[in-house]
């Protein structure tokens, strides 16, 4: 039996031919891109358009410097630099064939807490046209529920201290563009790539809110030089998992410590606002518009929303992957019926966008056997995620006096879930920036259901709201009293 290769630079000549390799010559990819949080979605959306357009069209001059802050990024790095920046991005076809390709995009990477001097200069190069940020929905640091800037955060109140050992993006960004200012160097993009409504406007806002406090001299340079474009990104990607890696090297020979797997499906759209120029990424897919806004509302509130509709009650159920989720013909129906009649009516003028084609792709990327996307991995980080995902629908399905059953019932199974117990006894942990105040709020709604909707950064003025309070009282009622799938059957048959 032949062994397998470790995936380095070195031994891409040696790789099966079945895995697509750079047949760009790395060493003359030069720079121009910082990426802040190099997780598996950066390596399967950007890094991967990014790649396209050197392979198929030879542009060299966008390569991504990786960015860690994090000490949880200690890993990646480790094994970027092992295996010289390469990794596999393994896309999973509809009918189950793995399609491996390594990556080369990613030609640095530093990690932050190790040499936080080198990741401000390199920010400040004046080779670097665009900052890109994975940091997720929770990282711009925003109370969702007034919009503000969290001050009180430690790691805040840190850096404003320490202004030159920062630990937060914001620090860093501060001194990155404040070198700039001072060298005369010139405007830079900052690009958001987290799902996000307006996610440009929220990196702005966050990133001016911080400069007003920290540094407000350079608040005036940020406005002339610095733009910040509005985005919807998307590929579902799951956590990477022993089996993906164990497949890779018995199907393909191939030895990658961390590779990423994907679905077929990408997208992305962007505004075209860039301050130092861009990569034609619109050569390989991306689409650029003027206006995102009606593209984010529609994967925001039905994919992302979709994803915590099957989650929620997918946890609750006991069913640990997403696509058993897709397929329980009740849950699916109940995930339909808030598509329908709850989502879509708030989506206002799509332009030429097909949105039943788009709903029935969704359900079909959901259902895919191959992704096995876990529950778990949709339900973490719900406190930031549900404000983006679900409430606006609500707020909007409010304001028209329309229906809001389904949603404010997925509410109501998010508070259930942060029991940390499904309905056969298993126990599971809530992954959770807030979790002691949620898993609180929960239990002290078993008496006082009201309880877990005055949780103030999430649900915010919605707990004065009375519609919305009846409609979640009687759901989580409902679903403390009987099985989740009992109440999705009852709901789905008096919905009709
Ligand atoms: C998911 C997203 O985290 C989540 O809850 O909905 O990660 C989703 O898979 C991506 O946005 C797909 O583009």
Redo the contacts with the bound molecule.
Sequence with gaps: MKSSIALNQENLKRLSPNIKVPSYNRNDVKTSIVHIGVGNFHRSHEAYYTHQLMERFGVLDCGICGVGLLDYDRRIYNILKDQDGLYTLVIKELDGTLNPTVIGSIVEYIFAPENPIAVIEKMADPDIKIISLTITEGGYNLNEGTGEFDFSNPVIVEDMKNPMSPRTVFGYLTQALKLRMHRGVGGVTIQSCD?IQGNGNVARKALLNYVEKAEPGLLQWIEDNVSFPNAM?????PVTVAEDIARLQEEFLLEDQWPVVCEPFIQWVIEDDFAAGRPAWEKVGAQFVDNVVPFENMKLRL??AG??VLGMLGALHGYKTIDEAARDEDFCEFLKGFMDREVSPTLGDLGDIDLEKYKASLIERFRNVHIKDLVA??CLESSA?IPIFLLPTIRAQLKSHQNITRAAFVVAAWCKYNDGKDENGNTYPIEDAMSNELIRAAALSHHEPIRFLQIEPVFGDLVNNKTFVEAFLSSLEMLRSKKVKECVRELNSKLK
């Design positions: 799902n990104v998307d590929r579902i990607t994919l992302n994803h915590t991995r949709i995620k």
